[in-house]
């Protein structure tokens, strides 16, 4: 089984990486940036918080 180290890059801890054969375009998988779905999901609030805010003039709603 394929494995690479990686970096949290909410809480920063080193966690090992499962490299599935299964990876679909344009899914997010929380193992790519994060220890743990908890964390993969705050990263994903986190992306969304700084999209928004370089976003304010968008009025095409
Ligand atoms: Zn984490």
Redesign the pocket.
């Known amino acids: 089984m394929a494995r690479r180290k990686g970096i949290?890059?909410?809480?920063?801890?080193e966690?090992l990486v499962c490299i599935t054969a299964t990876r679909y375009p344009g899914v997010f998988y929380w193992q790519d940036v994060?220890?743990?779905p908890?964390?993969g999901r705050e990263y994903l609030r986190q992306v969304e918080e700084a999209r928004a805010s370089t976003k304010t003039n968008n009025t095409n709603g």
């Open positions: 949290c890059k909410v809480c920063g801890k966690y994060a220890c743990c908890e964390c």
